[in-house]
């Protein structure tokens, strides 16, 4: 009976041990590697991202070895879940745990940037050819005080769609290019009455889509989410209480619905008339057979049309052996040949022009939408409370107050004045630490 | 339950009265499965329509294609195997000794393994995952299932069931010389065969769908269980929700559990009826 | 020796210092630690050890990048005063204490229903537990297009029978309401299952004799069945809060707190501060907070049940 004991005990350690040996995909790390100075040395480049494919790196290692024909690319991915949050926990547990890796993809990377785990490429990507070409948006990215962490890249941002149907029912010819026309189609849409065939009502516009949707709103008629050196907020200005105030009177007036988390599953119904979005929804558009059509957003009162600048960013982990090869590998990310390649990995602004890039857009019917999308890439910033910075308590409270707004329909002055007091607040306690 | 027994008219009002129940418990279930036969912009549609009216697979081949979703099931599959193995042997084991046999620091034990049903396990991950580390097990099939090897709830629940078995027949069987470990596999463990299966359905189902743990510690691509794949559609690269890749996704997570349980449910309830087993 | 002494229903044996009883006895004690020796081991490096490093935590600066720094009881005086940890924990308590009793009430109600059931019991007992099987994410994604305001399905079937539409997600009661409904719809199956068990045991001589003596269907269910139940049901609702204090993925799915943090969760806000705000230290604390309600609870349901004097 010993020997059933023991024969059952040796059981379990084989299976133990042969899954361990033969499932790993990792190999393990081996600390200490001596930086390459030789092109054809062996080595391997650890690459965080969210996944291989999605994110290009299937091509990109192949260019890759054409110039390092012994390297491994190895990537750890992290996926795409919560907006980004995945990779970044993820990111923050390796980290923690003392993994090294070389090359990391930062959804918010300011927040990496200030913590000191990042390189500062500064010396190396101001001459790059492809930097001068980008717009202010997506150089303000890829910088912190001045200086450049990250390379920016498959930068995209919203703009107008509108609904050609809805349009034609109220008599208007042209998509909006100020914030008064669109109020004026807010109320003729209103005063007829416009449903849709199944007898649901229809809005002028919706509000829906996060801080990317509320961004344009508050810079078009003059207000600011934080001062320039994000020391404090600035949401309780004039100018940002009376462009708040601007969106509730749309949905008090009912001209767009209340915010409940539904994304575009109103604009997809048709009961939209112009909804701001990026070319992420372009295929259910056309799928759900809307007739829509893409133009850049209207301007506001400021005169200006700006919206959040969206991409993420690559950059080069501080304890990396391998940077210039880091550095090699992420300049592949935002060369042509890789943008050609993966046709939606776009960064530089100038390949928007490429006959190539074109063709394909024109194949899928998104080719509107892009023309739409270099317009507006150009009037980009980056400049929002979203990111953890300092305080990212801030960023929650922000939001709540939004949603007492636009939800509950709370007095805009003395909501934002509450909710920028409590962040000036912990921005002073954060900063003193 | 052996004999037919002549069905009233009562009875079939009665079962189809529970039909009925069913299919509205079920309503958001058979919502998925008719939405994942239908394009992008025809789900939201007003009414739904739950027969699709133009039937596409494409949302199942994108979701095989670009989400890997038969790599995901291959690994999905082997962890649970490997986790449910170990769980139902190491919790049944140590459940049935823990009340069979009689030792000093008992009490002390049962607290100590029943106080971790109290600790959500999350917060556990994160030193755990060190554990893993030096175990060198991280991103591969063991580690995905090792954290679960054991629970508080297992060993708990199969304290319960084996309390019932009646001591006499153990101790009568000690008394015709019946070794220890032939009395366990011969005569307990039929015994709790019911208990075994309702504690597998339960574990397997978890693990399953286990995704805090799988985020954690799998790194590549390749080693993806199904919900890791799961989160990975829904979400495009440009941070939107894409319900429309989540759900045939879905519906291939959910099917295999689905078709084991129905398989086997008559065996785990059959026992559970016959062996009159007190909680 | 052996003696075997036999009586009308009873054996008794007495035992004496023969070999084999001693033999028996290291076997006994040889299986006691080669099988609970490595459980203890198990669950002190995977359960024991993490709570430690958590407590340990609890007492510093942590934020994943750099190195773990002292600084006391700062963050437990933070939880005093923190605001929203005891909305987010009054939450928590309002979910579980809603959704506790309503799931068990259904979940015994259908086992009965279930049990009682002459054909088709397979059927209707596999699509019932079927919800349980449908992982909580996927489930919390359906309903959330499902409490949409204006195309979700249930408000277009409450307006095709001339009800007001509900707006479920944008309103706090109705978004606590729409939370505690997917909680219960999540757990029925499983604790049907549990009860269909309990219930099939119970002793079936006992049901025929209170018939016999005439007692009617609910004299025989709150005299007979119940309290045979009644093991079954502090169990089952030890899970069922425990469970519920922990609610997560579908709020953050279903309402992500909103609207305005009106129903964030213990667990969310913990996650919340570890992860996004890297403040490990403050979401140890929270963790550990957590785990002690739960053993609280659990302990002074198992007092009131008088678990301990069984």
């Known amino acids: ?433 | 339950m052996n004999q037919p027994q002549p069905k009233s008219l009562l009875d079939v009002a009665y079962f189809l009265g529970m039909v009925a129940v069913a299919l509205f418990l079920l309503s958001p279930v058979l919502w998925l499965v008719s939405a994942s036969f239908q394009g992008p912009g025809e789900i939201f549609k007003v009414p739904f329509h739950w027969i699709p009216e133009r039937l596409s697979l494409d949302n199942y081949m994108h979701a095989w294609e670009v989400g890997y979703v038969g790599q995901a099931l291959r690994n999905s599959v082997i962890v649970s195997v490997i986790m449910l193995f170990f769980h139902l042997f190491f919790n049944t084991i140590s459940g049935y000794v823990i009340v069979k046999y009689s030792f000093e620091f008992k009490a002390a034990l049962i607290i100590f393994i029943l106080a971790t049903m109290m600790l959500p396990q999350e917060i556990t991950f994160l030193p755990v995952f060190n554990v893993v580390k030096s175990l060198g097990l991280v991103n591969s099939w063991l580690g995905l299932a090792v954290p679960f090897f054991f629970s508080g709830f297992g060993v708990f629940m199969m304290m319960q069931f084996a309390r019932a078995i009646p001591d006499e027949i153990l101790e009568s069987a000690r008394i015709d010389g019946c070794s220890e470990y032939r009395i366990f596999f011969q005569m307990a463990l039929p015994l709790l065969k019911p208990a075994i299966a309702a504690l597998g359905i339960m574990a397997f189902s978890f693990i399953w769908n286990e995704f805090a743990w799988a985020n954690i510690v799998v790194l590549s691509d390749q080693m993806r269980t199904l919900p890791l794949t799961l989160t990975l559609l829904a979400k495009s690269s440009d941070n939107s929700v894409k319900i429309s890749a989540l759900i045939p996704a879905s519906v291939t997570a959910m099917a295999p559990v689905m078709l084991l349980f129905f398989i086997f449910q008559r065996q785990f309830v059959a026992s559970v009826a016959s062996s009159g087993v007190k909680g | 020796m052996r003696e075997r002494i036999e009586l009308p229903g009873v054996i008794t044996i007495s035992s004496t210092d023969g070999l084999a009883w001693r033999k028996r006895k290291l076997t006994k004690q040889g299986i006691i630690y080669v099988v609970l020796i490595p459980t203890i081991a198990y669950f002190l490096l995977f359960f024991y050890y993490p709570f430690v490093t958590n407590m340990v935590w609890m007492f510093t600066d942590y934020n994943f990048l750099d190195r773990p720094r002292f600084i006391g009881m700062d963050n437990i005086i933070r939880l005093f005063h923190d605001v929203y940890a005891w909305r987010a924990l009054r939450n928590t308590f309002v979910i579980t204490v809603l959704s506790t009793p309503i799931t068990l009430c259904i979940s015994l109600l259908l086992a009965l229903a279930v049990f009682y059931l002459k054909m088709g019991k397979a059927i209707v007992r596999g699509a019932i537990f079927a919800t349980y099987i449908v992982s909580t994410i996927v489930a919390a994604v359906t309903f959330k297009v499902w409490f949409n305001g204006e195309l979700g399905y249930v408000n277009n079937v409450l307006a095709s029978i001339g009800l007001k539409q509900i707006p479920w997600l944008t309103d706090p009661f109705w978004a606590m309401t729409a939370i505690v409904i997917v909680s219960v719809w999540l757990l029925i199956g499983y604790f049907m299952v549990i009860f269909l068990a309990g219930i099939s045991g119970i002793d079936s001589q006992q049901l025929e004799a209170g018939k016999i003596d005439g007692a009617n269907t609910w004299q025989l269910f709150f005299r007979i069945t119940l309290p045979q139940l009644k093991p079954i049901i502090v169990f089952a609702s030890i899970i069922a809060i425990s469970n519920y204090l922990k609610t997560y993925p579908s709020v953050v799915i279903l309402t992500n707190g909103g609207p305005y943090r009106s129903t964030e969760t213990i667990l969310m806000y913990m996650f919340d501060q570890g992860f996004m705000s890297r403040n490990v230290g403050y979401a140890s604390v929270i963790g550990i907070v957590i785990f002690l309600i739960t053993m609280i609870i659990a302990l002074l349901q198992l007092k009131l049940t008088k678990f301990f004097s069984e």
Not at chain 1, 16 to 43: L, M, R
Not at chain 1, 328 to 357: C, M
Request: glycine content about 10%; proline content about 3%; aromatic content about 10%.
């Open chain 1, 1 to 433: 009976m010993k020997r059933w004991l023991g024969i059952m005990i040796s059981l379990v350690l084989l299976t133990v041990v042969i899954a361990a040996c033969g499932n790993s995909d990792t190999s393990e790390n081996k600390t200490g590697t001596v930086a390459s100075k030789n092109a054809s040395d062996a080595f391997t480049l650890k690459v965080v991202a969210s996944d291989v494919k999605g994110d290009g790196l299937d091509v990109a290692t192949e260019i890759f070895k054409l110039k390092y024909p012994n390297a491994e690319v190895q990537v750890i991915t992290g996926g795409w879940g919560n907006g980004g949050q995945d990779l970044r926990n993820k990111q923050l547990i390796l980290l923690s745990g003392g993994e090294t890796a070389d090359v990391g993809k930062m959804i918010w990377g300011k927040d990496f940037f200030r913590s000191g785990v990042i390189d500062d490429i500064t010396d190396q990507v101001k001459n790059w050819e492809v930097f001068e070409r980008l717009s202010d948006g997506q150089k303000d990215r890829m910088m912190l005080d001045g200086k450049i962490y990250g390379v920016t890249y498959s930068n995209n941002t919203v703009y107008m769609f509108y609904n050609k149907d809805i349009l034609a029912k109220a008599g208007i010819a042209n998509a909006p290019q100020t914030l008064d026309e669109l109020a004026d189609l807010a109320r003729k849409i209103r005063e007829m009455n416009l449903q849709t065939d199944d007898g649901k009502p229809i809005y002028a516009t919706s509000f829906e889509g996060g801080n990317w949707a509320t961004d344009y709103w508050l810079w078009a008629n003059g207000g600011q989410q934080m001062t320039d050196d994000y020391s404090k907020t600035l949401i309780d200005s004039p100018e940002s209480i009376a462009a708040y105030q601007f969106m509730q009177d749309f949905i008090t007036e009912g001209w767009a619905p209340v915010i409940d988390g539904s994304y575009d599953q109103l604009w997809l119904n048709g009961q939209v008339a112009v909804w701001f979005c990026g070319d992420w929804d372009i295929p259910a558009t056309i799928d759900a057979g809307i007739n829509a059509g893409y133009a850049p957003m209207p301007k506001g009162s400021s005169g200006e049309s700006t919206t959040s600048i969206g991409g993420v960013e690559w950059a080069v982990f501080k304890q990396s052996q391998h940077k210039q090869e880091a550095l090699d590998f992420i300049q592949i990310l935002v060369s042509e040949e890789f943008q050609l390649r993966t046709k939606g990995l776009v960064t530089d602004p100038s390949l928007y022009d490429n006959a190539q890039l074109q063709q394909i857009w024109k194949e899928d019917g998104s080719f509107d939408g892009h023309m739409a999308q270099k317009e507006q890439l150009q009037h980009t910033r980056y400049n929002f409370l979203e990111a953890p910075f300092l305080y990212p308590e801030a960023s929650k409270i922000y939001n709540a107050a939004l949603e007492k707004i636009f939800v509950g329909g709370a007095n805009v002055e003395t909501t934002m004045k509450e909710a920028a007091a409590q962040i000036n607040q912990g921005i002073e306690a954060a900063t003193k630490q």
